[in-house]
């Protein structure tokens, strides 16, 4: 990963700091190798280097990023992919070695939770409605959507 030229802030002492940089609260997290991944209810993410505690970029909605709060974050190391569920009921698929979204898909619910089936090479998402999608990475595209029939809706 590329430094994003002038660094923002640091956080000293190994993250211990309260000093967050986000502008409002953290809503996941998720590390692969030396990168730390925030999420925040600030529409944003946030790549940080964990030995030099210092942050390396911030992907905003300026770079094809969320217009609403930021849910949750997965990380496939074996692909570079980070990908992000938000408010605005968007799955971004990122390719993270270059910060920038590679697939993304609108959903007809709140998005909630997502796995990685790392054997049939899918994403699987659930969302507020009882709904489950899959998604073929391999294709990126939306398997199925289905309806969880046990809620009784």
């Given at each position: 990963?590329?430094?994003?030229?002038?660094?923002?802030?640091?956080?000293p002492?190994g993250?211990?700091?309260?000093?967050?940089?986000?502008?409002?609260?953290?809503?996941?997290?998720?590390?692969?190798?030396?990168?730390?991944f925030t999420?925040s209810?600030?529409?944003?993410?946030?790549?940080?280097?964990?030995?030099?505690?210092?942050?390396?970029?911030?992907?905003?909605?300026?770079?094809g990023?969320?217009?609403?709060p930021v849910?949750?974050l997965?990380?496939?190391?074996?692909?570079?992919?980070?990908?992000?569920l938000?408010?605005?009921m968007?799955?971004?698929?990122?390719?993270?070695?270059?910060?920038?979204?590679?697939?993304?898909?609108?959903?007809?619910?709140?998005?909630?939770c997502m796995?990685?089936?790392?054997?049939?090479h899918?994403?699987?998402?659930?969302?507020?409605?009882?709904t489950?999608?899959?998604?073929?990475l391999a294709?990126?595209?939306?398997?199925n959507a289905?309806?969880?029939?046990a809620?009784?809706?």
């Amino acid at each position: 990963l590329e430094l994003a030229g002038q660094l923002e802030c640091t956080l000293p002492d190994g993250f211990t700091s309260t000093t967050t940089c986000h502008q409002d609260s953290i809503t996941s997290m998720a590390v692969d190798a030396n990168f730390l991944f925030t999420a925040s209810a600030d529409c944003t993410i946030r790549i940080w280097d964990m030995p030099g505690s210092f942050l390396v970029r911030t992907l905003s909605e300026a770079e094809g990023g969320h217009s609403e709060p930021v849910k949750t974050l997965l990380i496939i190391p074996s692909e570079g992919y980070l990908v992000s569920l938000s408010v605005d009921m968007i799955i971004k698929i990122w390719d993270y070695t270059c910060s920038k979204v590679i697939w993304e898909t609108r959903t007809d619910e709140e998005l909630t939770c997502m796995v990685y089936d790392e054997r049939k090479h899918n994403l699987v998402c659930g969302t507020e409605d009882f709904t489950v999608i899959t998604v073929d990475l391999a294709e990126m595209a939306v398997l199925n959507a289905r309806r969880d029939k046990a809620s009784g809706r």
